[in-house]
Structures are given as structure tokens and as C-alpha cells.
């Protein structure tokens, strides 16, 4: 067969792959597992994910949401011994990059700190009053 090129394995090109007697077939999973210690981009993954997490931009109250604001944590304070449920949406910032998230929380009022700027609920939890968006109450009826 002069003129025709013979492929250098077309002897052992159909043959089925040799399975080992001796050694069972190492899955998928461990044979990647192998190679995971020799990753060049050590924490590269986290990083992605992390550039990719999104955060919200903290909003501007105008003069007259502030108003209504001050308004509603005087009626709070002058609730304050009837022990007042809340229900309040703030800013939390992020702690790892520009941003952050709206956050709700409700609760049973316990204190306000005027002083340090924090609205204190029975669960412990304590919310800035300056990163406060919106307050609700019942006690704040007489403002509708």
C-alpha cells in the first residue's frame, strides 16, 4: 500500500483501557484531590466570591423623614415604661468593604440611649440611631 500513511497507534487504538486486579478504581473526586494542594491561586476562589458579594449604599433621610424620625423616637421614649414593640429597618455597614446591607429587626423596646445614640431591644441587640431608615410602632398611631 504505497502512499498511505498508517497512524503510529492504529495497533492499540481500539483496545479497552487495562483495568488494574490489584489496585481499585480511584474516583474522580480523590484522583482531583491529588492535585488540590498544588493550586497556584491560593484563596483566589474567596476572593472572587468576595469581590462578586454585593452591597447596598446607605440612602439619605431628607429633612423631613429626619423630623419624623425625632418625632417618633420622642413618642418611643415617652412609651418607654409601657415597653414598647418596634419594628425598625437600618443600615448595617459592611465590615470588609465600602457598603452595606438594610437590616431588619422588631422587638420589645428596653431602652433608649440617647447619650451613646442606640435603641436597645430586650433581645440585646442595640441599633445606632443614626443608621435608623424606618421606625415603626404601634404608639406612633397619633402621627397618622
Sequence with gaps: ?????EHPYSDIIHLSRP????HPPMSRQDRAA???P???LTGHDAAVKETA???????ELSED???LLNQKLALLQEALPQKPQVSVTYFE???RKEGGSYVEAAGTLQKLDL???LLLLEDGSFIPLDEILQLESDCFRCLE
Design 19 to 22: 483495568v488494574s486486579t490489584a
Design 93 to 95: 455597614p459592611d465590615l
Design 34 to 36: 491529588q492535585f488540590s
Design 38 to 40: 498544588f493550586a497556584a
Design 1 to 5: 500500500m504505497a502512499g498511505t500513511k
Design 53 to 59: 458579594r454585593l452591597t447596598d449604599r446607605r440612602r
Design 65 to 67: 423623614d429626619k423630623a
Design 115 to 117: 447619650r451613646r445614640r
